[in-house]
């Protein structure tokens, strides 16, 4: 049973535009929220996280929304770069234990 | 570089043969974390370890794999008897205890089963 389900499955974004990957959880014992980035050949890099006791996280370009009523938090990628295309994979916790994660969504950002 | 570190990065062995995996955590980290990953998946967790105490495998994890962190420092990941359904990316995690902690991954090991 897939606990975290991401949407759109990949995404093709121009240099410059606005990258918005969404996730759902179904779990709501879930309370810790990041954001993986993936390139090729290596290992999920920590982006941003988020707690459900605020709604919105902005670090640099990168933003989550989140949403508790709805059991949904979305990264918002400003002014994208050619660099960050990438895996984008969405996870979840509850508390300090095992995540469960999305399948991954991939970005692209042309020129 | 003090990140987590995997070892080896790939491994191609014969189906019904045993592999070994190797993790270093970040030093200061008492909680270790083993995944999977497929192609075109995110990550599964497998088991962790909080010191050298294992505190959860998953209920999927086949009773070919075994993981031992023995001095609550490196781990190691067995798979004995390997299978073609074992091809995939091994990961290591290490967080700190204490609340929700962000999980730090290693490159992880690729293996393929010949």
């Known amino acids: 049973q897939q606990q975290v389900k991401q949407s759109p499955q990949s995404l093709i974004v121009q240099k410059g535009g606005i990258s918005i990957i969404n996730c759902a959880y179904e779990?709501?014992?879930?309370?810790?929220f990041p954001w993986y980035q993936q390139f090729p050949g290596k290992g999920p890099a920590l982006l941003i996280a988020?707690?459900?006791?605020?709604s919105e996280k902005k670090e640099g370009r990168f933003t989550i929304s989140f949403n508790k009523s709805a059991k949904q938090f979305s990264l918002h990628i400003m002014d994208s770069q050619p660099g960050d295309s990438a895996t984008y994979v969405c996870?979840?916790?509850?508390?300090?234990?095992?995540?469960?994660f999305g399948k991954g969504n991939q970005v692209v950002v042309i020129p | 570089d003090t990140g987590v570190s995997q070892n080896p990065r790939h491994k191609i062995t014969k189906r019904g043969q045993n592999v070994t995996f190797r993790c270093d955590p970040i030093?200061?980290?008492?909680?270790l974390y083993w995944y999977r990953q497929t192609l075109g998946q995110g990550p599964e967790f497998l088991t962790y370890f909080q010191n050298e105490a294992q505190l959860e495998k998953s209920r999927l994890l086949s009773d070919r794999f075994s993981a031992e962190r023995p001095k609550g420092s490196f781990s190691t990941l067995e798979i004995q008897r390997t299978e073609q359904g074992d091809s995939a990316m091994y990961l290591c995690?290490?967080?700190?205890?204490?609340?929700?902690?962000?999980?730090?991954f290693g490159d992880g090991t690729r293996l393929s089963i010949l």
């Open positions: 779990n709501t014992a879930f309370d810790y």
């Open positions: 995690a290490s967080s700190l205890t204490g609340g929700p902690q962000p999980q730090h």
């Open positions: 988020i707690r459900p006791d605020v």
């Open positions: 030093s200061e980290h008492n909680r």
């Open positions: 996870a979840a916790s509850k508390g300090n234990n095992r995540l469960a």
